[in-house]
């Protein structure tokens, strides 16, 4: 799944620079955007991302390229990999991992019906 997000002005931290905080909430974003895609009618949760690395700045008025696909299934759970772009310079990568749950939080497996 490829996604896009425009870094705004209010997205600066006191350098100038993307706030951080702001790549790791889109990044989970798109992440849980795909998930639920993959597993229409699910409820996910974050549970966990592998790293957290930036590896380039990004200033105001970037065009971000968000590039996710599944990594790991597992019983409860999904991997995906997610790496972002700027142009073509890759600035942010990870894995991040949600777990399916029911309506009262607790885990169930991928392989149980959708929820209603």
């Avoid at 590039?67 to 597992?74: I, K, L, M, P, V």
């Avoid at 972002?84 to 009262?104: K, L, N, S, Y």
């Amino acid at each position: 799944m490829t996604s896009y997000k425009l870094v705004m002005p209010e997205h600066m931290n006191q350098y100038g620079y993307l706030f951080g905080g702001y790549l790791l909430q889109w990044v989970d974003e798109t992440a849980w955007m795909a998930v639920s895609l993959e597993h229409p009618g699910m409820r996910f949760v974050t549970v966990g991302m592998s790293q957290v690395a930036f590896h380039q700045p990004a200033r105001r008025g970037a065009i971000l390229r968000f590039e996710t696909e599944a990594a790991r299934t597992g019983n409860t759970s999904a991997t995906y990999a997610v790496k972002v772009f700027h142009g073509e310079d890759a600035i942010f990568g990870t894995e991040i991992t949600f777990v399916r749950i029911d309506g009262a939080g607790r885990k169930l497996a991928l392989s149980a019906p959708a929820d209603a």
